[in-house]
């Protein structure tokens, strides 16, 4: 049975960072990919970022430069770390997997998901 766990989600003021965690049971996150998605009040689910078996990495358009995702094979978790954030940032971020070895375009094609960790962008 696979499970995700997201964490670290907060109060962050704008121009600081986040850094999220999901943590994987059921599976190895360095056998499988991991995407980190994002969902805004009133706006649809979004791609942020995704790494997959091998540790390569796709970024949503413009998000690149703020974005690193890494993984602790120890650990079994997949961070997501989000730098000089704001307002726009604020969301519930989710990890999910698609089952399989390669990133995938959508978040309809991932099949396991966590339960979201709220991140709220303000002064």
């Known amino acids: 049975q696979v499970q995700l766990v997201e964490s670290g989600g907060g109060l962050v003021q704008p121009g600081g960072s986040l850094r999220l965690s999901c943590a994987a049971s059921?599976?190895?996150?360095?056998?499988?990919?991991i995407g980190w998605f994002r969902q805004a009040p009133g706006k649809e689910r979004e791609g942020v970022t995704c790494?997959?078996?091998?540790?390569?990495?796709i970024y949503a358009a413009g998000m690149e430069a703020r974005v690193t995702v890494s993984r602790d094979f120890a650990k079994n978790t997949v961070f997501l770390q989000l730098d000089n954030v704001n307002a726009e940032d604020t969301a519930i971020y989710y990890c999910?997997?698609?089952?399989?070895?390669?990133?995938?375009?959508?978040?309809?094609?991932?099949?396991?998901w966590g339960q979201g960790t709220q991140v709220t962008v303000s002064s």
């Open positions: 999910a997997a698609p089952g399989s070895v390669w990133c995938r375009p959508f978040s309809s094609d991932y099949d396991f």
């Open positions: 059921g599976l190895h996150v360095d056998s499988y990919a």
């Open positions: 790494i997959n078996s091998a540790g390569e990495k």
